[in-house]
């Protein structure tokens, strides 16, 4: 008498295997569709198709601009997070839908730690106080409201 494995193992071998393979690919599809941004940089994504419609999942992550032409987006990172991005088409279809991971750039920021407290520094080429989320709040809300006066003043006001 044949067993169950005798009849049923090569197929279920072949089941086995072509399900490692889907998994493989679709850690590779997922990795590929991940846009890696750092805080307070923006980066330029050519899109395949035109979009007319930009959504952000999350806008306090990250933002995201159309160019004129339509197959232009430029991504900034705005605080630490992940989120997604969708672009629809002028025919309302999905162009594309990418995650978006947003993250320091850890090879320009120093932080500083006063016990528990902490302040963060962008000393490239000399250390300036800059605002991350986790900072001292009295050194944090000092370096905001410094910030805010600067644009106002740059724009006049």
């Known amino acids: 008498m044949r067993s169950l494995l005798d009849v049923f193992g090569h197929s279920l071998m ?6 490692c393979g889907l998994a493989a690919g679709a850690a590779t599809a997922s990795a590929d569709e991940v846009i890696d941004i750092a805080i307070d940089f923006a980066k330029v994504y050519q899109l395949d198709e ?13 933002d995201a601009t159309l160019g004129q032409e339509k197959t232009i987006l430029v991504l900034t990172g705005k ?8 672009a629809i088409g002028p025919d309302g279809e999905e162009v594309i839908n990418k995650t978006l991971r947003v993250a320091s750039d850890v090879r320009q920021l120093t932080t500083v730690f006063y016990g528990a407290q902490r302040q963060t520094f962008s ?3 000399v250390c300036e106080q800059v605002i991350s989320v986790g900072d001292d709040p009295n050194k944090f809300d000092a370096a905001k409201d410094q910030i805010q006066t600067r ?3 740059a724009a006049g006001q």
Not at 14 to 19: D, G, L, M, R
Not at 79 to 86: F, H, P, V
Request: proline share 9%; hydrophobic share 50%; with cysteine.
């Open 123 to 125: 000393c490239a080429p």
């Open 50 to 62: 035109p979009a007319n419609t930009i959504i952000i999942g999350n806008p306090s992550i990250a």
């Open 14 to 19: 072949v089941a086995a295997i072509a399900c």
């Open 151 to 153: 644009h106002q003043f």
């Open 79 to 86: 605080t630490a997070g992940t989120t997604n991005l969708i």
